[in-house]
């Protein structure tokens, strides 16, 4: 050990040579940090180390577990020896006890912090003087509390371990603000007072009030008081030097002791009574009787009242003007005033203990249901007399839920609904244009109601409970243990029967929706397509060909089945009687070519027709069938020779001219042929004639008599008598299905076109519709109504003169089921009403008092000895009884009074017994009627009475006047308008929302003429307010006023749909509306406006136009026109021309010419062409057929053909030309690709009858060339493309719902109970939001009208007289206040004092005070004494801010009292001033400041004034105090300068001076910089600002800044840091590193040698392993 260190020693010696002085300071300092672990004899080197304590172990939770720690014995030097080297009798344990914690100890265990401690300041800133010199707003400080871990179940302490396990402890400290201190701050001085002598020397006084306390530690108030003595002059006689005083009125008592003559007096009267309780007269007895009774209600003799009458004295001494009593013949004798007089014993309020708690008014088990209430009581057993206290609180109540195993659950309530009412669209019409409400046959959107009503949702299960109690208190105690094998709610079993409606209110939650859009189905009407042709004339039934009655058929098909079935489409087969019928025919397909007979090269011959077998459909059937028909035979023919003429073939005949024939009409149709070539002039067969090239045959040769089979409508569906037993068995099936299956039959007949009904053998049995088919029967639905709800509450109100008001009760039910199909009617009767049953009298309560008793004198005995008694005669006191009565005058219990009736009159009064001496009148009798208003005059009269008629001093009527006469009331009125108009109200229309149900309201009147209100005010004479009957007004002036009614949009009829865009293939066309008239006032907003303002709604359907509809027909070609003739042969060039029409197709053929552009131009065949006419012996060709199709895909190398044969050989040596023609298919000349092409959607198509609602949208396939021209859709569909597209979608119109309303709510009741600005309000709500294009809904949801004026009635106090004592100069007196009625209109200004009868009504209160104080004790002082004034009226609020905040300190108002003197000599003798503050609400935060009157001034000052502009005395803080800069030249009008006494511009405190450069004066104030400290105990880095502070400051600044401030100035005088600054900066670092660096050698640890530490690494593993045990 002792190498080590001295080893040690010698490497700090060599590592400090040079600086030896310093090492010998750190090595002492060193060695002293070191020797602290040894012990005080130097023996020990070694201690006991601890480890952590590790984690509480257990098997339970809670305190049975342990925790250790590591223990080893160490080394000063800081390793690890054995623990033999320590003393083991200072060997700290290695294990405890703890509590284990568990997840579960969470809910047992919670901190509890406590309250915080009062703000106090930051230790590093506690210097006093600083802080009041510094502080600005507030000063920074700190508060504490305390934490600890605690029990929740009974609060005890515990381990904070055991919380901090689950969180975190709460933090012990915050920073907080601590307000400066506020000085004392008072109002300035009011005006001198006059001087309190009118001789001699006096004083005057001025004072001033506290307008805010002084808070925290700040200067307390000055004197309120100034005084100013005053001499008007010397005295001409003796001042009044003695002044009698009046002391206060002693407690009252009673008399101790009673004469012997009240004795006998009480004596006498009973056995007066038991002499007259003698007299034997029956109704003398009765009269007796009664007087009794009366006098015993008028006797004090109740229960509740215990009136003692006593006495009360008082002293009159004589004072002197310095104060000193003297005695009371030194003062002036005059009427000496009372000093003794009767009074009542004062008696506190007494009660009887609380009753016990009223049962819960809940009745019910609910936790969602707000809580009940139970109440309690206590009765009066003695009421308050005189001053004793008032009563307490006589009922309690608190909220309460029931408790019990028996309490059922409370009732719920939800909303129920009746079915939806059948869809109608006439509801949306009438919204939209009432012209379109009577349509029938309307389908699509629309809209259904429903009624909402409030149930009882558990009435049943209620109802159950109830019958399972009684049943259980009924039944014996062995029934009642019988418990229901299974839980009530299961064992219920429930009728599905309509609930009870209720109250609409008892419901909550959201209202469910009465109304809804919903979809009539459009029916699909029926589409056919054209007829067909005529038939041929078959039999009517082929198997029986045995009548010869035949017909021909034309049929069409259906092309949009309808709603329904096919069976609601017209005819689909006409039918035409004909002759000779076959039901099988040959039809010609085509003929051969022409063949020359015996086989010779031309000349006659025939053609060979080709024909199938075909029935009456045009079906080709077996050949077998036609064998019974001829087989038509060959048609004669010739085939030209070389020389003969040669004609065309004929064309196909022509469309029949006629579909029928009659007796005038004939069908006839045409072909033609033309000539190809003429014959050779000799031996050639020659050209016929023009009229041989034509044929004509008749066609359509059938009657024109059509008939067809004509259906009715199906009729209604009715019961199948042989479906009996299919009904039966149906009957059981849901409520929603079918029930049974009917039948439904039509009349079906036969008729004539153009005719009518014919008999039925006129039309083919074979197409006869059916007569019956059967039918689905709808259920039969009873009408289903609730029960009735519980009748409405009778209200019970009472008129003016207290009579109950009659009244009617409702009940009402709901239909929620609406009878059909032939089930049960609803009942008429929905509604009930029936008077209610009213009590007889008005619930109410008044006051009853009886006859005040006699006047009660003080005892003789006790006043005889006093100047100027009289035994009999004198002011006493008197009292009554007061009783509880019902409006009727029925007696009550006075508690009920005490609950509801107005304050209880007085039961005592102070009276007078006439001496006499004394005056005696009656009293006054009624003023005499008015016999005309404000002329007239009014009197009233009373009379001496007795002794007084004789005397004198009666008579005098200046002193007892015995009449008054006054002005009649002069009752002219003023009525004149008030206020606004109110909204334009219509009148009322009965729409109020019932109590029961709630439904859609039909469509209200929302518009048109109304009335507008003002109100009206009514003004007496007096201009005082008087309720609007005076005036013969009901308080309303009421002027017509229009609510415009909203106009629509209005758009015009659809126009007619455009013709299709294409005329072959898919187009479209569109029909549109246009703006006819904008809307206005809410009306239905119109679709989009385009550029021009129009609005332009459009409907775009796609089209198909058939590609054959118009075709090209070409007439004939004309004869040759040869060019160059050659009239021998007859040939050579020429020119044919033919006419070519545009004609509309149909299925028999071209019908009717038509305008040429409809037919597509690039197929027109030619109308001319040039060609060589044959020569005779030319070989002759017909025209070319047509050219056969490309095959696809098209390319070059693929042909395409025509073909035409030989008419005429040529002769011998002359060849034909070619018979085919070839040319090469090419693409989009000749030879064409084919695809579909698919249109847009079109716009959402509706039915003609539906307004909105479910629609569909359509597109068609349109076949489009490889060229882009669209072709019949036959092409594309002989290519067997593929069809992949929808073509149909549904959509939706949105209906155009308006805004639906809630009726108007019940007027409100008034804002303001009186005056001029009350107001009504009602509102409604929005039923039904508007949709699509519907009306909006009207932004007025609410209205108001005035409510009629009412006088403002209220008791008021009339100001306090002066102090009142008697008949002498001083002391202790009254003053005196009265209650009087004062109307208003409800503004706090232009109240004017009425009768009181006019606030009879009132509660007898001021300002909400019920305490009526109409008389307290004042003091009177006397000539020469000090005193306190009265208290000063409460100052304004003012609160405590700090920074612009407020702080917690709240709000204060304060008041005070000033002294004021009157005696220079007594000025020592005055009491101390006062005043008192106490909390308000709502302060405001004021500051305060120096203000100057300006140098300009002729009186120039300063003054502190308060921001609100008061001028007051403290408040301004001393070092803002303002100086006099006007002495500094040039002035100090630099920011943060003052002017010095030495005329200096100085800067201010935190700030230092700036010199400029060139004239050596102040430039500017620059700030000196701030130091932050950050305090080492906040976590978060809270940062303290400390500025530097003016060392030579004085502590206490005054006005002027006296003496020279020193600063070191840090910067020249360019604004720049000086060098110095830079240098002392720099040598600080330096130093700094340097002393760290020496602390740091020399309490580094020395390096140990090799050997020690391999023996240090020895022994740790051992001390690792070993845990302290000596057993070891």
């Not at 002219?972 to 109110?982: E, H, I, L």
């Not at 859709?1273 to 155009?1296: D, R």
């Not at 935060?1485 to 005395?1513: A, F, H, I």
């Not at 100090?1532 to 006494?1541: A, D, G, Q, R, V």
Request: with cysteine; proline share 8%; charged share 25%.
């Amino acid at each position: 050990m002792g190498l080590g260190w001295r080893g040690a020693a010698g490497t700090l010696r060599i590592r400090t040579e040079g600086s030896w002085h310093l090492l010998v300071t750190l090595l002492l300092l060193c060695s002293f940090w070191k020797a602290h672990t040894q012990t005080d004899d130097g023996k020990s080197m070694y201690f006991w180390e601890t480890g952590p304590w590790g984690r509480c172990m257990g098997s339970d939770c809670g305190p049975g577990g342990s925790q250790s720690r590591a223990v080893w014995c160490a080394h000063v030097d800081g390793w690890t020896t054995l623990h033999t080297n320590c003393d083991q009798s200072q060997r700290p344990s290695n294990q405890r006890n703890c509590f284990r914690v568990c997840d579960w100890h969470k809910d047992l265990y919670d901190w509890k912090p406590g309250t915080w401690n009062e703000c106090v300041p930051v230790p590093a800133k506690t210097f006093e003087p600083l802080r009041l010199l510094l502080c600005s707003g507030a000063e920074e400080g700190i508060q504490t509390r305390e934490v600890g871990c605690m029990l929740k179940s009974d609060g005890s302490p515990a381990e904070d371990a055991i919380c901090e396990y689950f969180e975190p402890k709460p933090r012990l400290e915050q920073a907080c603000l601590i307000p400066c201190p506020q000085d004392c701050v008072v109002s300035e001085y009011s005006p001198w007072t006059s001087c309190s002598k009118t001789c001699g020397t006096g004083l005057r006084n001025r004072v001033r009030s506290v307008l805010s306390p002084p808070l925290f530690g700040g200067a307390i108030c000055p004197n309120l008081t100034e005084f100013q003595s005053c001499k008007l002059g010397p005295c001409s006689g003796p001042e009044g030097m003695y002044s009698l005083r009046v002391g206060p009125w002693d407690t009252c008592v009673l008399p101790q002791t009673r004469t012997e003559r009240q004795v006998k007096r009480r004596r006498g009267k009973g056995q007066g009574l038991r002499e007259r309780a003698g007299v034997k007269d029956p109704e003398t007895r009765e009269l007796i009787q009664k007087k009794r009774t009366r006098n015993r209600l008028n006797r004090q003799e109740s229960p509740f009242w215990d009136i003692q009458v006593g006495y009360q004295t008082r002293d009159v001494t004589c004072i002197h003007r310095n104060g000193s009593t003297v005695g009371r013949n030194l003062c002036t004798q005059r009427d000496i005033p009372l000093t003794i007089q009767s009074c009542v014993l004062s008696k506190d309020c007494q009660v009887t203990d609380w009753t016990e708690w009223s049962t819960c008014s809940k009745a019910c088990v609910d936790p969602e249901t707000p809580k009940g209430n139970r109440t309690r009581f206590r009765q009066v057993l003695q009421f308050p007399v005189g001053d004793g206290g008032d009563c307490p609180q006589l009922e309690e109540s608190e909220s309460c839920e029931p408790q019990g195993e028996g309490v059922t659950p409370c009732s719920t309530y939800t909303w129920r609904t009746t079915e939806w009412s059948d869809c109608r669209v006439d509801a949306l019409l009438s919204q939209q244009d009432r012209r379109r409400s009577n349509l029938t046959g309307l389908c699509g959107g629309g809209l259904q109601t429903r009624e909402v009503y409030c149930v009882e949702a558990n009435a049943d299960l209620l109802t159950f409970l109830k019958e399972l109690r009684e049943r259980d208190r009924n039944a014996g105690q062995t029934q009642r243990q019988q418990k229901p094998s299974v839980p009530p709610l299961l064992s219920i079993t429930f009728q599905i029967t309509a609930s009870r409606p209720v109250e609409n209110k008892l419901c909550k939650g959201q209202i469910p929706n009465r109304s809804q859009l919903c979809q009539i189905p459009c029916p699909i009407d029926c589409e056919v397509s054209p007829w067909g042709a005529w038939g041929p004339c078959t039999f009517e039934n082929c198997e029986d060909q045995t009548s010869k009655k035949g017909f021909k058929l034309r049929k069409r098909r259906i092309t949009n089945e309808p709603t329904g079935g096919p069976e609601n489409c017209p005819q689909l087969v006409e039918a035409v009687p004909c002759d000779d019928p076959s039901c099988y025919i040959w039809q010609l397909v085509s003929l051969d070519q022409c063949v020359p007979d015996d086989e010779k090269l031309c000349g006659p011959g025939s053609q060979i027709p080709q024909v199938q077998c075909i029935n009456s459909n045009g079906e080709e059937v077996e050949r077998d069938l036609c064998s019974s028909t001829p087989v038509p035979d060959p048609v004669p023919c010739e085939v030209p020779c070389s020389r003969d003429c040669v004609l065309s073939d004929w064309t196909p005949w022509s469309t029949c001219s006629q579909t029928c024939s009659s007796k005038t009409i004939e069908g006839k149709q045409m072909r033609t042929r033309s000539i190809l070539a003429y014959n050779a002039g000799e031996g050639g067969a020659l050209c016929p004639n023009s009229s041989v090239l034509q044929e004509v045959r008749n066609c359509n040769e059938h009657a024109c008599t059509v008939y067809h089979w004509q259906t009715g409508p199906w009729g209604p569906c009715t019961d199948d008598p042989s479906a009996s037993s299919l009904n039966v068995s149906t009957v059981v099936r849901s409520r929603q299905g079918p029930c049974s299956m009917g039948m439904q039959t039509r009349k079906v007949i036969c008729v004539r076109v153009n005719v009518g009904q014919v008999p039925p053998k006129k039309c083919p049995d074979g197409p006869r519709p059916n007569t019956v088919r059967p039918c689905q029967l709808p259920c039969k639905k009873d009408c289903i109504v609730t029960p009735f709800s519980d009748w409405m509450p009778c209200p019970v109100t009472c008129d003016a003169a207290g009579n109950i008001v009659k009244s009617q009760q409702s009940r009402k039910r709901l239909i929620i089921q609406q009878p059909s199909n032939g089930g049960q009617e609803c009942p008429e009767v929905l509604e009930e009403e029936q008077d209610c049953e009213l009590p007889k009298v008005c619930p109410g309560f008044r006051w009853k008092t009886h006859k005040w008793r006699k006047c009660q004198l003080v005892p003789w005995f006790l006043r005889q000895n006093n100047v100027g008694s009289q035994e009999t005669c004198g002011p006493g006191l008197q009292t009554r009884a007061v009783s509880c009565r019902q409006l009727d005058g029925t007696q009550a219990d006075i508690g009920e009074c005490l609950k509801s009736a107005r304050a209880m009159p007085p039961i005592t009064q102070r009276c007078q017994l006439p001496c006499q001496d004394d005056c005696q009148l009656t009293n006054w009798s009624k003023f005499s009627s008015c016999t005309a208003d404000c002329v007239g005059v009014r009197t009233r009269k009373r009379a001496l009475i007795g002794r007084s008629k004789k005397k004198d001093k009666c008579k005098n009527t200046q002193m007892y006047p015995l009449s008054e006469t006054q002005y009649c009331p002069c009752d002219k009125y003023n009525a004149q308008p008030v206020g606004n108009w109110s909204d334009c109200i219509l009148p009322e229309g009965g729409r109020a929302e019932s109590a029961v149900g709630l439904k859609v309201q039909g469509d209200i009147k929302e518009c048109g003429q109304g009335y507008r209100y003002q109100a009206m005010v009514c003004y007496d004479q007096d201009n005082r307010l008087v309720e609007t009957q005076r005036c013969n007004s009901h308080g309303y002036i009421e002027e017509a006023c229009i609510i415009p009614c909203p106009s629509d949009c209005k758009l015009s009829e659809w126009s007619n749909w455009s013709r299709c865009s294409k005329s072959c293939g898919s187009g479209v066309k569109v029909r549109s509306k246009w703006l006819r008239e904008k809307p206005y006032n809410g009306g239905r907003p119109c679709p989009k406006l385009d550029h021009i303002n129009q609005a332009q709604v459009y409907e775009v359907v796609p089209c198909q136009s058939d590609c054959n509809q118009y075709v090209w027909v070409a007439e004939p070609w004309s004869v040759w026109k040869v060019s160059n003739v050659d009239l021998k042969e007859n040939c050579g060039e020429g020119v044919q021309t033919r006419k070519v029409r545009c004609m509309l197709n149909t299925i028999d053929g071209p019908s009717e010419p038509v305008e040429d552009y409809l037919c597509d131009p690039e197929e027109m065949p030619l109308g001319a062409r040039e060609s060589r006419l044959p020569c005779p012996e030319d070989c002759v060709l017909n025209d070319w057929g047509p050219w056969s199709r490309c095959s696809l895909p098209c390319t070059r190398t693929k042909n395409r053909e025509r073909v035409a044969y030989i008419l005429r050989s040529p002769s011998l040596g002359r060849q034909c030309p070619d018979t085919v023609d070839r040319e090469p298919c090419s693409l989009n000349l000749n030879c064409f690709n084919y695809f579909y092409n698919i249109t847009d959607w079109s716009t959402c198509q509706l039915s003609p009858n539906a307004v909105c609602g479910s629609g569909i949208k359509t597109r068609m396939l349109d076949c489009v060339r490889s060229d882009g021209k669209s072709v019949d859709i036959k092409f594309c569909e002989e290519l067997n493309l593929e069809k992949k597209w929808q073509m149909n979608i549904s959509c939706v119109v949105e209906c155009p719902v308006n805004c639906q309303l809630s009726g108007w709510s019940a007027w409100s009741e008034c804002s303001k109970t009186c005056g001029l600005e009350g107001k009504m309000w009602r509102q409604r709500s929005v039923v039904q939001a508007s949709q699509g294009d519907g009306r909006p809904c009207p932004s007025q949801m609410e209205q108001w009208k005035p409510c009629p004026v009412r006088p403002c009635y209220r008791w008021r106090y009339s100001p306090w007289s002066e102090c009142r004592v008697e008949s002498v100069v001083c002391g202790h007196g009254m003053r005196y206040r009265n209650l009087s009625c004062f109307v208003s209109d409800g503004s706090t200004e232009g109240e004017s004092l009425v009768d009181e009868e006019l606030c009879s009504s009132l509660e007898l209160a001021v300002d909400g005070d019920k305490q009526i104080m109409l008389k307290e004790a004042c003091t009177l002082p006397c000539p020469g004494e000090c005193y306190l004034m009265e208290w000063s009226d409460w100052s304004s609020c003012v609160s405590i801010c700090v920074k612009g905040a407020v702080v917690d300190s709240g709000s204060v108002q304060v008041r005070s009292r000033a002294v004021v003197a009157q005696e220079p000599e007594n000025l020592l003798l005055c009491p101390d001033q006062a005043w008192e503050s106490q909390p308000c609400t709502g302060g405001e935060c004021y500051e305060y400041k120096w203000v100057s009157s300006g140098t300009n001034s002729s009186q120039p000052s300063m003054w502190c004034q308060r921001s609100d502009g008061l001028r007051v005395t403290g408040g301004c803080p001393l070092m803002n105090l303002p100086v006099d800069n006007s002495s500094c030249d040039p002035p100090c009008l630099m920011p943060k300068t003052f002017c010095s006494e030495a005329n200096f511009c100085r800067c201010e405190a935190g700030f230092t001076e700036v010199l400029s450069t060139t004239t050596g004066q102040l430039d500017r104030c620059a700030p000196i910089p701030i130091l932050e400290i950050p305090t080492a105990g906040d976590k978060r880095g809270d940062v303290k600002t400390s500025r530097a502070i003016n060392p030579t400051l004085p502590s206490t600044i005054l006005p002027g800044r006296t003496g020279r401030t020193w600063y070191l100035q840090p910067y020249g005088p360019d604004g720049k840091l000086k060098m110095w600054v830079y240098g002392v900066a720099a040598g600080a670092f330096v130093l700094l590193i340097f002393i760290v660096s020496m602390i740091y050698l020399a309490c580094k640890k020395p390096k140990r040698p090799q050997r020690q530490r391999q023996q240090n690494n020895r022994l740790k593993p051992l001390t690792l392993a070993y845990d302290g045990d000596t057993d070891m």
